[in-house]
């Protein structure tokens, strides 16, 4: 059974960072480009950023460019998110998914920035 | 960016009513469109990948259709538990974009 457990949200002050982790299991891991993808609150959904499955290649949203790093560890079948110089339209759930289709969604960290 | 434009944003439908929402590109996606079912609390559900493809474990009566900008999913006999929102998906090419989501309800 696939699975994508999110960790690593809270509370945090603007401008600082954040580093959001997402454990998967089920499936085999370094075969998938992965994907971070975020609902703010009573908002819809917009995609944040990809990594290729070896993890040669990212892709960003315009708005977090500079400030988001998308990284994975194949080895321990995790895909991370480093989120720096946060901001208030930060505030959001995050979810990873499986970037094939988009098919399978972890449960969703929340991320809270706020003063 | 590649906008998708879903409509209605709100439906109310009695059980066993045929249900269609759409949503419209505003170019061309090659048939490169989701839709996903969030119940509330919930993550994202795929339901059906690539215009018509009904994902594993769906029920059949999910189905979609369309192609170049304009894409349609229909729910052929309404059940309870389809009480959810629905979205649709353009993986086509990035920044891949969301529809703004129907939030379905009972009558």
């Known amino acids: 059974e696939v699975q994508l457990v999110e960790s690593g949200g809270g509370l945090v002050q603007p401008g600082r960072s954040m580093k959001l982790s997402c454990a998967a299991s089920g499936f085999t891991f370094n075969n998938y480009d992965m994907a971070w993808v975020c609902q703010a609150p009573k908002k819809g959904l917009e995609w944040v950023a990809t990594?290729?499955?070896?993890?040669?290649?990212?892709y960003y949203r315009d708005s977090v460019k500079g400030r988001f790093t998308i990284s994975r560890d194949n080895a321990k079948s995790t895909l991370y998110l480093q989120m720096d110089s946060l901001r208030s339209e930060d505030t959001a759930t995050y979810y990873c998914?499986?970037?094939?289709?988009?098919?399978?969604w972890g449960q969703g960290v929340m991320v809270t920035v706020s003063s | 960016d590649i906008q998708m434009t879903q409509s209605p944003s709100f439906l109310s439908a009695s059980v066993g009513d045929r249900v269609t929402i759409n949503c419209k590109a505003s170019?061309?996606?090659?048939?490169?469109l989701n839709w996903y079912q969030q119940k509330l609390g919930e993550a994202p559900k795929l339901l059906i990948y690539n215009t018509n493809n009904l994902q594993t474990g769906i029920p059949s009566r999910f189905s979609g259709s369309g192609s170049g900008t304009d894409y349609t999913l229909t729910i052929s006999s309404l059940q309870p538990e389809d009480v959810a929102t629905y979205f649709c998906l353009q993986h086509s090419s990035r920044p891949f974009t969301f529809g703004s989501g129907t939030k379905l309800e009972i009558k």
């Open positions: 998914a499986r970037q094939w289709s988009f098919d399978y």
């Open positions: 170019q061309n996606i090659n048939k490169y």
């Open positions: 990594i290729s499955y070896d993890g040669s290649s990212t």
